[in-house]
């Protein structure tokens, strides 16, 4: 056999490749590598040039895990545990971060600053309550939705870390929690299961070593990578007991793609790349079990370090509605100052008439010194009082009730989109999830989607189910009777138009006790 090309970085090495035996080992392709061409298994100590991964890996930036001994890797580490945290609040820290992300809606901040104005006495338009349940009725019914996802997630988050896994221990293998495990336990996966951790293949099925993994969860990609164990570890596997080896990797880092380690066993070193490690979230396929040795655990796994966590995700239409409160609160002010300067040009000239003036502003106490019957704080404290009253009476003008619509609509689009019979998988016995509330309409912004068929066809046949272009289906096929009931431009209309009726109807009520406060403190 032809020797392999030598890196660009390792000719310094290339007077050894002579004393290679090449017998055992099969070269291989991987799709997920590029180009590049490697072999697996290997002959002897010298396997350590044949892996993807030949650079020294540092003792600064290296981790040391003990083959079978989770006691001593974790005694002279402290390595974490296997439990994972998908969840953003907690009993302690819900109420304050909840609302810290509902105030970034420019609305909100602008409400708050109208029920804190309005319990001054001087700027006291109308009831003081009336003035902060509007804003507490939105904060209360964002926080309930927020609470109900997060929920969720702590639901998902307690089944992932009570699921069950083979951990080797006092020589058989024994059902284990996957929030128990820990690094340096050799782990046994068989078909069809998902991997609890990343893990150093050590063993098999398979008489040479191949494992196949399916990463969609990962990388979104249906088509089985292929994963091998290194031939030395293949026989010793059989005897976990009398395993005695450990492993030099690089630190845990985001990359999936990625692996650089050192397995020492017997005296040998022998060198791991990416072609040696399965990751969390992947699914054995193909192969009846394998066994493999934790590196990576909990949180530092790569799928975990590549999930950022829940993020407050906001949607385009929300975002150009705080850019259109901004423009109307600027319009607001403008409006304020106008209606402070022309009160100005009206106290200057009536400053001696306020005590004959009937709809001036009265004394809210019995005791009148100096014979006067109303508050008059200066003229600049008057233009002062106001601007800000102006603004009390004229917030109208960014309705509140907007906000109670959306979160009213989206727990309808939601409820709907959920029981939408079209969009059931049989064969997988799942339906339309609806994971964020918050971006429901962002579905509706969408113009073009694009699919690609990745692998090979099953039955080597690919049909065309629909297509809709500019409103006109291009499938052919005549709709079900069913699906015309179901799915009539009426039917969504008229469900829609009645949670439009329900809508106003709350906002009519909700407006008339409104003005029936604001008419009561007036009299008052």
């Given at each position: 056999?032809?020797?392999?090309?030598?890196?660009?970085?390792h000719e310094?090495?290339?007077?050894?490749?002579?004393?290679?035996?090449?017998?055992?080992?099969?070269?291989?392709?991987?799709?997920?590598?590029?180009?590049?061409r490697?072999?697996?298994g290997?002959?002897?100590a010298?396997?350590?040039?044949?892996?993807?991964?030949?650079?020294?890996?540092?003792?600064?930036?290296?981790?040391?895990?003990?083959?079978?001994?989770?006691?001593?890797t974790?005694?002279?580490?402290?390595?974490?545990?296997?439990?994972?945290?998908?969840?953003?609040?907690?009993?302690?820290?819900?109420?304050?971060?909840?609302?810290?992300?509902?105030?970034?809606?420019?609305?909100?901040?602008y409400?708050?600053?109208?029920?804190?104005?309005?319990?001054?006495?001087?700027?006291?338009?109308?009831?003081?309550?009336?003035?902060?349940?509007?804003?507490?009725?939105?904060?209360?019914?964002?926080?309930?939705?927020?609470?109900?996802?997060?929920?969720?997630?702590?639901?998902?988050?307690?089944v992932?870390?009570?699921?069950?896994?083979?951990?080797?221990?006092?020589?058989?293998?024994?059902?284990?929690?996957?929030?128990?495990?820990?690094v340096?336990?050799?782990i046994?996966?068989?078909?069809?299961?998902?991997?609890?951790?990343?893990?150093?293949?050590?063993?098999?099925?398979?008489?040479?070593?191949?494992?196949?993994?399916?990463?969609?969860?990962?990388?979104?990609?249906?088509?089985?990578?292929?994963r091998?164990?290194?031939?030395?570890?293949?026989?010793?596997?059989?005897?976990?007991?009398?395993?005695?080896?450990?492993?030099?990797?690089?630190?845990?880092?985001?990359?999936?793609?990625?692996?650089?380690?050192n397995m020492?066993?017997?005296?040998?070193?022998?060198?791991?790349?990416?072609?040696?490690?399965?990751?969390?979230?992947?699914?054995?396929?193909?192969?009846?079990?394998?066994?493999?040795?934790?590196?990576?655990?909990?949180?530092?796994?790569?799928?975990?370090?590549?999930?950022?966590?829940?993020?407050?995700?906001?949607?385009?239409?929300?975002?150009?509605?705080?850019?259109?409160?901004?423009?109307?609160?600027?319009?607001?002010i403008?409006?304020?100052?106008?209606?402070?300067?022309?009160?100005a040009?009206w106290?200057?000239?009536?400053?001696?008439?306020?005590?004959?003036?009937?709809?001036?502003?009265r004394?809210?106490y019995?005791?009148r010194p100096e014979?006067?019957?109303?508050?008059y704080?200066?003229w600049?404290?008057?233009?002062?009082?106001?601007?800000?009253?102006?603004?009390?009476?004229y917030?109208i003008?960014?309705?509140?009730?907007?906000y109670?619509?959306?979160?009213?609509?989206r727990i309808?689009q939601?409820?709907?989109?959920?029981?939408?019979?079209?969009?059931?998988?049989?064969?997988?016995?799942?339906s339309?999830?609806?994971?964020?509330l918050?971006?429901?309409?962002?579905l509706?912004q969408?113009?073009?989607?694009?699919?690609?068929?990745?692998?090979?066809?099953?039955?080597?046949?690919?049909?065309?189910?629909?297509a809709?272009?500019?409103?006109?289906?291009?499938?052919?096929?005549?709709?079900?009777?069913?699906?015309?009931?179901?799915?009539?431009?009426?039917g969504?209309?008229?469900?829609?138009?009645?949670?439009?009726?329900?809508?106003?109807?709350l906002?009519?009520?909700?407006?008339?006790?409104?003005?029936?406060?604001?008419?009561?403190?007036?009299?008052?």
């Amino acid at each position: 056999m032809d020797k392999p090309p030598l890196h660009p970085h390792h000719e310094s090495i290339s007077s050894r490749w002579s004393s290679v035996s090449f017998k055992d080992n099969k070269e291989v392709t991987f799709s997920d590598l590029g180009s590049k061409r490697i072999c697996h298994g290997s002959a002897g100590a010298d396997s350590e040039f044949l892996s993807m991964s030949q650079k020294e890996i540092k003792d600064e930036d290296a981790r040391l895990v003990y083959i079978n001994d989770p006691d001593r890797t974790n005694e002279a580490f402290g390595f974490t545990g296997n439990s994972i945290k998908t969840a953003k609040y907690s009993i302690f820290t819900f109420l304050p971060r909840n609302l810290f992300e509902q105030f970034h809606r420019v609305a909100y901040v602008y409400f708050l600053v109208i029920a804190v104005l309005n319990q001054l006495p001087q700027l006291a338009v109308f009831g003081r309550g009336a003035s902060i349940m509007p804003l507490a009725f939105v904060l209360l019914v964002s926080a309930i939705k927020d609470a109900y996802e997060d929920f969720r997630r702590h639901r998902s988050d307690r089944v992932e870390n009570n699921r069950l896994a083979l951990v080797f221990e006092d020589g058989e293998f024994r059902e284990k929690q996957w929030k128990y495990i820990r690094v340096g336990e050799v782990i046994k996966v068989v078909s069809n299961q998902t991997l609890p951790c990343d893990m150093v293949l050590l063993a098999t099925s398979d008489p040479t070593g191949v494992v196949y993994v399916q990463t969609t969860n990962l990388d979104g990609e249906s088509n089985l990578k292929t994963r091998y164990a290194k031939q030395e570890t293949l026989q010793k596997a059989t005897d976990l007991e009398t395993f005695d080896g450990f492993i030099k990797c690089e630190k845990p880092n985001r990359n999936i793609y990625g692996f650089q380690a050192n397995m020492e066993i017997d005296g040998r070193r022998l060198s791991l790349g990416p072609s040696n490690i399965i990751l969390r979230g992947c699914e054995l396929k193909n192969t009846e079990w394998a066994l493999g040795v934790v590196v990576y655990a909990g949180s530092e796994t790569k799928a975990m370090l590549n999930n950022s966590g829940a993020p407050s995700k906001r949607s385009r239409l929300e975002t150009r509605m705080n850019l259109e409160i901004i423009l109307l609160s600027l319009f607001l002010i403008a409006l304020c100052t106008t209606a402070a300067a022309t009160a100005a040009v009206w106290l200057r000239t009536h400053r001696d008439d306020l005590d004959t003036i009937l709809f001036y502003r009265r004394k809210d106490y019995s005791v009148r010194p100096e014979g006067k019957n109303h508050n008059y704080y200066g003229w600049g404290w008057e233009i002062f009082f106001t601007f800000f009253m102006a603004v009390i009476v004229y917030q109208i003008m960014i309705p509140i009730s907007l906000y109670i619509s959306m979160e009213l609509v989206r727990i309808g689009q939601a409820y709907f989109m959920t029981r939408d019979d079209l969009m059931y998988d049989e064969s997988s016995n799942s339906s339309f999830q609806c994971r964020a509330l918050n971006i429901n309409e962002d579905l509706g912004q969408i113009k073009y989607l694009f699919s690609d068929k990745t692998g090979t066809l099953t039955d080597n046949k690919m049909e065309f189910q629909c297509a809709c272009i500019g409103g006109v289906d291009y499938s052919g096929r005549e709709p079900a009777e069913s699906e015309q009931e179901g799915y009539s431009v009426e039917g969504k209309e008229n469900s829609f138009v009645l949670l439009r009726v329900i809508i106003v109807s709350l906002r009519f009520r909700f407006g008339f006790w409104l003005t029936k406060l604001h008419f009561g403190s007036v009299i008052g």
